[in-house]
Protein backbone atom coordinates (compact mmCIF):
# COMPACT_ATOMS: atom_id res chain seq x y z
CA UNK A 1 0.00 0.00 0.00
CA UNK A 2 1.30 3.32 -1.15
CA UNK A 3 1.64 5.71 2.04
CA UNK A 4 0.28 9.27 2.11
CA UNK A 5 2.46 11.96 4.34
CA UNK A 6 0.98 11.84 7.93
CA UNK A 7 -1.20 15.27 9.30
CA UNK A 8 1.46 17.94 10.36
CA UNK A 9 -0.24 21.25 10.06
CA UNK A 10 -0.49 21.54 14.10
CA UNK A 11 2.91 20.08 14.93
CA UNK A 12 4.99 23.21 12.65
CA UNK A 13 2.03 25.43 12.97
CA UNK A 14 1.35 25.86 16.59
CA UNK A 15 2.73 22.78 18.54
CA UNK A 16 6.32 22.81 18.29
CA UNK A 17 8.94 26.00 19.11
CA UNK A 18 10.93 27.40 16.39
CA UNK A 19 13.85 25.68 17.19
CA UNK A 20 12.58 22.42 17.16
CA UNK A 21 11.00 23.16 13.51
CA UNK A 22 14.73 24.39 12.47
CA UNK A 23 15.42 20.57 13.78
CA UNK A 24 12.46 19.18 11.82
CA UNK A 25 13.02 20.81 8.45
CA UNK A 26 16.77 20.27 8.59
CA UNK A 27 16.14 16.53 9.13
CA UNK A 28 13.89 16.19 6.29
CA UNK A 29 16.34 18.14 3.73
CA UNK A 30 18.54 15.79 5.20
CA UNK A 31 16.32 12.81 4.04
CA UNK A 32 15.36 13.50 0.69
CA UNK A 33 18.19 15.23 -0.85
CA UNK A 34 19.46 11.60 -2.22
CA UNK A 35 16.08 11.25 -4.35
CA UNK A 36 15.50 15.11 -5.07
CA UNK A 37 17.55 14.91 -8.17
CA UNK A 38 15.77 11.56 -9.90
CA UNK A 39 12.06 13.46 -8.98
CA UNK A 40 11.55 15.98 -12.13
CA UNK A 41 8.47 17.21 -10.31
CA UNK A 42 10.55 19.01 -7.46
CA UNK A 43 12.36 21.19 -9.84
CA UNK A 44 10.29 24.03 -8.83
CA UNK A 45 8.92 23.17 -5.50
CA UNK A 46 12.60 22.33 -3.94
CA UNK A 47 14.20 25.55 -4.82
CA UNK A 48 11.57 27.12 -2.93
CA UNK A 49 11.61 25.42 -0.14
CA UNK A 50 15.26 25.40 0.18
CA UNK A 51 15.38 29.19 0.24
CA UNK A 52 12.74 29.69 2.94
CA UNK A 53 13.98 28.01 4.77
CA UNK A 54 17.65 29.20 4.41
CA UNK A 55 16.01 32.30 5.19
CA UNK A 56 14.04 31.14 8.74
CA UNK A 57 17.34 29.37 10.03
CA UNK A 58 18.74 32.64 9.16
CA UNK A 59 17.03 35.04 10.49
CA UNK A 60 16.16 32.72 13.36
CA UNK A 61 19.82 31.30 13.80
CA UNK A 62 20.46 34.41 16.60
CA UNK A 63 17.53 33.34 18.75
CA UNK A 64 17.63 32.37 21.93
CA UNK A 65 16.04 29.10 21.48
CA UNK A 66 17.48 27.70 18.24
CA UNK A 67 18.37 24.44 20.42
CA UNK A 68 15.68 23.89 23.18
CA UNK A 69 16.49 22.86 26.61
CA UNK A 70 14.58 20.16 26.48
CA UNK A 71 16.49 19.15 23.21
CA UNK A 72 19.79 19.73 25.13
CA UNK A 73 18.11 17.35 28.44
CA UNK A 74 16.96 15.02 25.82
CA UNK A 75 20.54 14.41 24.76
CA UNK A 76 22.31 14.33 28.25
CA UNK A 77 19.64 11.53 29.16
CA UNK A 78 20.73 9.64 26.13
CA UNK A 79 24.21 9.81 27.08
CA UNK A 80 23.81 9.24 30.93
CA UNK A 81 21.61 5.77 29.76
CA UNK A 82 24.36 4.74 28.18
CA UNK A 83 27.07 5.64 30.89
CA UNK A 84 24.87 3.81 33.21
CA UNK A 85 24.49 0.63 30.89
CA UNK A 86 28.06 0.20 31.05
CA UNK A 87 28.94 0.52 34.60
CA UNK A 88 25.81 -1.87 34.99
CA UNK A 89 27.78 -4.40 33.17
CA UNK A 90 30.96 -3.85 34.46
CA UNK A 91 29.37 -4.25 38.22
CA UNK A 92 27.59 -7.76 36.88
CA UNK A 93 31.05 -9.18 35.88
CA UNK A 94 32.84 -7.42 38.44
CA UNK A 95 30.25 -9.80 40.77
CA UNK A 96 29.92 -12.77 38.84
CA UNK A 97 33.70 -13.26 37.51
CA UNK A 98 34.66 -16.89 38.36
CA UNK A 99 37.99 -16.98 37.27
CA UNK A 100 41.01 -15.28 38.68
CA UNK A 101 41.65 -13.50 35.07
CA UNK A 102 38.49 -12.29 34.86
CA UNK A 103 38.43 -11.02 37.77
CA UNK A 104 41.68 -9.43 37.14
CA UNK A 105 40.61 -8.11 33.97
CA UNK A 106 36.91 -6.52 35.11
CA UNK A 107 38.75 -5.34 38.33
CA UNK A 108 40.87 -2.90 35.45
CA UNK A 109 37.28 -1.69 34.30
CA UNK A 110 35.79 -1.28 37.61
CA UNK A 111 37.96 1.06 38.80
CA UNK A 112 37.69 3.37 35.40
CA UNK A 113 34.34 3.30 36.14
CA UNK A 114 34.75 4.21 40.11
CA UNK A 115 36.80 6.58 39.00
CA UNK A 116 34.38 8.68 36.79
CA UNK A 117 31.24 7.77 39.22
CA UNK A 118 28.36 10.23 39.32
CA UNK A 119 29.65 12.24 36.37
CA UNK A 120 26.13 12.94 35.51
CA UNK A 121 25.66 14.94 38.50
CA UNK A 122 28.18 17.66 37.09
CA UNK A 123 27.72 20.77 35.29
CA UNK A 124 27.26 20.22 31.14
CA UNK A 125 30.58 21.20 29.89
CA UNK A 126 32.28 19.71 33.06
CA UNK A 127 30.14 16.28 32.55
CA UNK A 128 31.18 16.25 28.53
CA UNK A 129 35.15 16.99 29.40
CA UNK A 130 34.27 13.73 32.55
CA UNK A 131 32.80 11.58 29.91
CA UNK A 132 35.27 12.03 26.86
CA UNK A 133 38.28 11.24 29.78
CA UNK A 134 35.82 7.95 30.54
CA UNK A 135 35.64 7.12 26.84
CA UNK A 136 39.34 7.61 26.62
CA UNK A 137 40.10 5.45 29.03
CA UNK A 138 38.26 2.92 29.00
CA UNK A 139 39.59 2.65 24.86
CA UNK A 140 43.01 1.53 26.68
CA UNK A 141 41.55 -1.82 27.09
CA UNK A 142 40.63 -2.61 23.47
CA UNK A 143 40.68 -5.94 23.94
CA UNK A 144 38.73 -6.08 27.46
CA UNK A 145 35.83 -3.80 25.89
CA UNK A 146 35.26 -6.78 23.24
CA UNK A 147 35.48 -9.31 26.19
CA UNK A 148 32.95 -8.31 28.23
CA UNK A 149 30.66 -6.74 25.55
CA UNK A 150 31.17 -2.86 26.35
CA UNK A 151 32.74 -1.91 23.30
CA UNK A 152 29.64 -0.80 21.41
CA UNK A 153 28.11 1.04 24.60
CA UNK A 154 31.48 2.88 24.15
CA UNK A 155 31.40 3.53 20.93
CA UNK A 156 27.28 4.78 21.41
CA UNK A 157 28.69 6.91 24.33
CA UNK A 158 31.03 8.17 22.16
CA UNK A 159 28.94 9.61 19.77
CA UNK A 160 26.25 11.07 21.90
CA UNK A 161 28.68 12.89 23.75
CA UNK A 162 30.04 14.08 20.32
CA UNK A 163 26.45 14.89 19.65
CA UNK A 164 25.75 16.49 23.12
CA UNK A 165 28.46 19.29 22.95
CA UNK A 166 27.51 19.98 19.07
CA UNK A 167 23.90 21.10 20.13
CA UNK A 168 25.10 22.37 23.45
CA UNK A 169 27.72 24.62 21.86
CA UNK A 170 25.39 25.75 19.00
CA UNK A 171 23.45 26.68 21.87
CA UNK A 172 25.13 28.55 23.90
CA UNK A 173 26.05 30.97 21.06
CA UNK A 174 22.21 31.65 19.75
CA UNK A 175 21.75 32.70 23.62
CA UNK A 176 23.79 35.60 23.67
CA UNK A 177 22.52 37.03 20.35
CA UNK A 178 19.30 38.90 19.36
CA UNK A 179 16.28 38.08 17.16
CA UNK A 180 13.13 39.57 15.28
CA UNK A 181 10.21 37.76 16.75
CA UNK A 182 7.78 38.71 14.21
CA UNK A 183 10.47 38.05 11.26
CA UNK A 184 10.89 34.83 12.74
CA UNK A 185 6.70 33.62 12.41
CA UNK A 186 6.71 35.30 9.31
CA UNK A 187 9.31 33.02 7.75
CA UNK A 188 8.31 30.24 9.85
CA UNK A 189 5.44 30.22 8.26
CA UNK A 190 6.57 30.70 4.37
CA UNK A 191 9.22 27.40 5.04
CA UNK A 192 6.25 25.79 6.21
CA UNK A 193 4.10 26.58 3.07
CA UNK A 194 7.12 25.86 1.31
CA UNK A 195 7.09 22.23 2.90
CA UNK A 196 3.62 21.50 2.25
CA UNK A 197 4.24 21.89 -1.94
CA UNK A 198 7.02 19.75 -1.30
CA UNK A 199 4.24 17.66 0.18
CA UNK A 200 1.82 18.00 -2.40
CA UNK A 201 3.89 16.67 -5.09
CA UNK A 202 4.93 13.77 -3.20
CA UNK A 203 1.40 12.64 -2.35
CA UNK A 204 0.24 13.60 -6.22
CA UNK A 205 3.33 11.51 -7.35
CA UNK A 206 2.16 8.38 -5.88
CA UNK A 207 -1.26 8.99 -6.88
CA UNK A 208 -0.07 9.01 -10.54
CA UNK A 209 0.62 6.34 -12.90
CA UNK A 210 4.64 6.63 -12.67
CA UNK A 211 7.52 4.00 -13.25
CA UNK A 212 8.12 1.17 -10.58
CA UNK A 213 11.47 2.55 -9.95
CA UNK A 214 10.19 6.38 -9.61
CA UNK A 215 7.39 5.27 -7.36
CA UNK A 216 10.08 3.73 -4.94
CA UNK A 217 12.18 7.11 -4.55
CA UNK A 218 8.56 9.00 -4.15
CA UNK A 219 7.40 6.00 -1.11
CA UNK A 220 11.14 6.38 0.28
CA UNK A 221 10.79 10.35 0.61
CA UNK A 222 7.57 9.37 2.33
CA UNK A 223 8.30 7.09 4.36
CA UNK A 224 11.18 10.01 5.46
CA UNK A 225 9.01 12.67 5.89
CA UNK A 226 6.46 10.47 7.97
CA UNK A 227 9.32 9.43 10.52
CA UNK A 228 10.36 12.91 11.41
CA UNK A 229 6.62 13.23 11.60
CA UNK A 230 6.31 10.86 14.28
CA UNK A 231 10.04 11.76 15.77
CA UNK A 232 8.54 15.20 16.82
CA UNK A 233 5.10 14.55 17.28
CA UNK A 234 6.98 12.16 20.46
CA UNK A 235 9.20 14.79 21.45
CA UNK A 236 6.26 17.39 21.77
CA UNK A 237 3.66 15.19 23.79
CA UNK A 238 6.46 14.28 26.19
CA UNK A 239 7.07 17.52 26.55
CA UNK A 240 3.19 18.48 26.81
CA UNK A 241 2.79 15.65 29.06
CA UNK A 242 5.57 16.49 31.43
CA UNK A 243 4.23 20.09 31.73
CA UNK A 244 0.83 18.53 32.20
CA UNK A 245 2.63 16.38 35.16
CA UNK A 246 4.19 19.65 36.49
CA UNK A 247 1.35 21.66 36.65
CA UNK A 248 -0.61 18.71 38.34
CA UNK A 249 2.09 18.34 41.08
CA UNK A 250 2.21 22.12 41.26
CA UNK A 251 -1.85 21.98 42.46
CA UNK A 252 -1.09 18.94 44.38
CA UNK A 253 1.43 20.55 47.10
CA UNK A 254 -0.54 24.05 46.67
CA UNK A 255 -3.98 21.86 47.94
CA UNK A 256 -1.84 19.81 50.75
CA UNK A 257 -0.09 23.01 52.05
CA UNK A 258 -3.89 24.92 51.83
CA UNK A 259 -4.25 21.97 53.77
CA UNK A 260 -1.93 21.92 56.16
CA UNK A 261 -2.59 25.56 56.59
CA UNK A 262 -6.27 25.20 57.26
CA UNK A 263 -5.02 22.33 60.26
CA UNK A 264 -3.02 24.53 61.90
CA UNK A 265 -5.58 27.09 62.32
CA UNK A 266 -7.75 24.55 63.26
CA UNK A 267 -5.70 23.44 65.88
CA UNK A 268 -4.61 26.45 67.08
CA UNK A 269 -8.09 27.71 67.85
CA UNK A 270 -8.82 24.40 69.12
CA UNK A 271 -6.34 24.78 72.12
CA UNK A 272 -6.87 28.39 72.15
CA UNK A 273 -10.43 26.94 73.54
CA UNK A 274 -9.10 24.71 75.67
CA UNK A 275 -6.71 27.02 77.58
CA UNK A 276 -10.09 28.88 77.69
CA UNK A 277 -11.89 26.75 79.34
CA UNK A 278 -8.80 25.35 81.72
CA UNK A 279 -8.57 28.98 82.46
CA UNK A 280 -12.21 29.34 83.50
CA UNK A 281 -11.85 26.23 86.00
CA UNK A 282 -9.31 26.83 87.49
CA UNK A 283 -11.18 30.53 88.37
CA UNK A 284 -14.33 28.97 89.30
CA UNK A 285 -12.39 26.10 91.93
CA UNK A 286 -10.31 29.23 93.32
CA UNK A 287 -13.68 30.78 94.42
CA UNK A 288 -15.01 27.71 96.23
CA UNK A 289 -11.33 26.87 98.23
CA UNK A 290 -10.40 27.37 101.67
CA UNK A 291 -12.31 28.49 104.70
CA UNK A 292 -14.42 31.54 104.56
CA UNK A 293 -16.17 33.59 107.58
CA UNK A 294 -18.44 31.34 109.10
CA UNK A 295 -16.71 27.87 108.74
CA UNK A 296 -15.66 25.95 111.49
CA UNK A 297 -11.92 24.57 111.80
CA UNK A 298 -11.14 21.25 113.46
CA UNK A 299 -11.85 22.36 117.01
CA UNK A 300 -15.00 24.08 116.42
CA UNK A 301 -13.38 27.54 115.93
CA UNK A 302 -14.46 29.95 113.58
CA UNK A 303 -12.14 30.47 110.92
CA UNK A 304 -10.61 34.39 111.19
Known amino acids: MVPIIRTFRSLLGNDLSHGQ ?21 FS ?18 PN ?14 ERDFTVRSITAKIAYYHTYAQSPEDKEDIRKLTFIAETYKRSDSKEYAAETSLLRNLIADLRKWPDLLIKFGIRELVDRLETENTDF ?15 TEGDVKSLRRATNL ?12 VLTPIAADLTDKYVTAINAINSNIDEFAIIYNRHA ?17 DAGKAGLIYNKKNNNNEEKAGADGNGNGAA ?8 KGPAGETAK
Open 288 to 295: TEGPTAGD
Open 194 to 205: AFADVCKVLDGG
Open 165 to 179: ETWYSERTVELHSKH
Open 64 to 77: RQMFETQFITQKDG
Open 241 to 257: GMLKAHKKKKEEDKNEA
Open 44 to 61: IVWPRYLEAFARFKTDFK
Open 21 to 41: VVQFHSNIIKALEPVVASIVA
